[in-house]
């Protein structure tokens, strides 16, 4: 089917791959604690058109050029560790009393979704897994995009629906506490401290060999 092999095994190995929580998944819940549903929803959007653009990427074989250039790699990874650096250290200074959810003036909804996106997108590790792990499902004699933009869409799908799951749960499970001025203070600066967390962790990806 146009290409594509094994496509039940890839579509149970992804929504698998998708339950395995990563950095997308933590700046969600992240997100969600901390400013409420509706910003957990908007930094999904902004991961899913990140995993979007990777699909296309892959797909069209530019993304190939990240396991050429070590120099490129190195670049867009620091961009990202600075990135969510510069978004945690701005989250633990946060003085804010606010309550979030209740005060829709104070959601810069469209801020959330390019941070979502831009964090997909600096996240060198997303290409490489699909650079890996596609292929293995893609007929060695098929050409063209087409499988693998099948194969991405239908992963990045997957991905929507468990994201949007745990945006959900993240925020009704944090509803009361957001409430409390001093614990939103709080989860302000535990949700930093995660963001700096996964700046380190993205530190620590390697190029490929």
């Not at 698998?16 to 969600?28: K, R």
């Not at 390019?114 to 007929?139: E, H, M, R, W, Y």
């Amino acid at each position: 089917m146009f290409g594509i092999i094994n496509y039940e095994m890839f579509l149970l190995t992804g929504i698998l791959l998708n339950l395995v929580p990563g950095a997308d998944t933590m700046y969600i819940i992240g997100r969600s604690i901390a400013q409420g549903k509706r910003a957990g929803v908007y930094s999904v959007f902004g991961i899913i058109t990140g995993s979007l653009i990777h699909t296309l990427l892959v797909s069209f074989g530019l993304s190939l050029i990240l396991t050429k250039s070590i120099v490129l790699f190195t670049i867009i990874k620091v961009m990202g560790v600075i990135y969510l650096a510069y978004l945690g250290i701005k989250m633990i200074r946060d003085q804010s009393t606010i309550d979030f959810e209740a005060s829709t003036g104070t959601l810069n909804l469209r801020k959330i979704y390019i941070q979502g996106l831009f964090t997909s997108l600096t996240n060198p590790k997303v290409s490489l897994f699909f650079i890996a792990f596609l292929p293995q499902f893609i007929d060695v004699h098929a050409s063209g995009p087409i499988p693998f933009l099948l194969l991405g869409l239908t992963f990045t799908a997957t991905g929507l629906v468990w994201c949007l799951v745990v945006a959900y749960f993240s925020s009704y499970m944090t509803t009361k506490l957001r409430g409390n001025q001093k614990f939103g203070r709080l989860l302000n600066k535990a949700t930093g401290i995660l963001f700096i967390y996964m700046g380190f962790q993205l530190l620590q990806t390697k190029a490929p060999h």
